[in-house]
């Protein structure tokens, strides 16, 4: 198990009493926890659970109904869309089991493409996504189209657009679902050493108790309620 960011005192992600309606449905209620920078958390529990609308929260691409979250201590009840926008740019990266790579660009375009809206001069910005390709082992891929990508390469790819503006916390839905096991564990060993070597903050949603035990702790998800451990 990762200790090396005990130290760390000041929190990355809290939730304090969190539930989110829709209608008569709550996905998720009254939901407690911190998360300091530098840990490894993992998310578990069944389908159904409300795993995926918490992350949503988390990240703020979703309001609360009741409770509050805040992200590096800020509140984001209330923020305009706006606002939410420019905080998860300079301040979270989102890993999706799909990837969900622009299909009609190119790996470095793709990497590039959250750094669009930073003023910055476009050679500048293709820099640092070959930068982070190469870091991914993929410096002789940059001008492939996703189609043209293994499902192994198209997550490194995801990756180094997550990491492109440079976050302090990388929120992951399951990263390795749509991978075989030994790309899966590839993309794990990444993802941890980001975690143990830059101090990157991991909330990870998972169904696997391997990837758990590899965490600095779990939080376990059911009928939409979290249950620490």
């Known amino acids: 198990m990762n200790d090396s960011n005990s130290t760390v005192s000041a929190s990355a992600i809290t939730a304090d009493n969190v539930s989110k309606h829709f209608g008569p449905v709550s996905p998720v209620r009254r939901v407690s ?53 420019l905080m998860r740019r300079e301040s979270v990266g989102f890993i999706f089991q799909a990837f969900h790579l622009i299909p009609t660009l190119s790996a470095l375009e793709n990497v590039a493409f959250p750094l669009y809206p930073v003023k910055m001069e476009n050679e500048l910005r293709h820099r640092q996504a070959q930068t982070l390709l190469e870091q ?11 189609s043209r990508l293994s499902g192994g390469e198209r997550q490194r790819v995801a990756i180094a657009r997550a990491l492109v503006n440079k976050p302090s916390i990388l929120f992951c839905d399951e990263p390795t679902g749509n991978l075989d096991s030994t790309t899966g564990k590839e993309i794990l060993d990444l993802l941890i050493k980001l975690n143990t070597e830059q101090g990157l903050t991991l909330f990870m949603v998972t169904h696997d108790q391997e990837i758990a035990q590899l965490s600095n702790r779990s939080l376990y998800m059911q009928d939409g309620e979290v249950k620490q451990s």
């Open 33 to 85: 926890f911190k998360v300091e920078q530098g840990e490894f958390v993992t998310l578990l529990g069944p389908s159904g659970s409300g795993k995926s609308t918490l992350l949503g929260l988390l990240a703020g691409f979703e309001q609360t109904s009741e409770g509050t979250v805040s992200l590096l201590g800020r509140n984001l009840n209330g923020l305009h869309e706006d606002q939410l926008a």
């Open 136 to 146: 991914m082992g993929l410096g002789d891929r940059v001008a492939h189209l996703p």
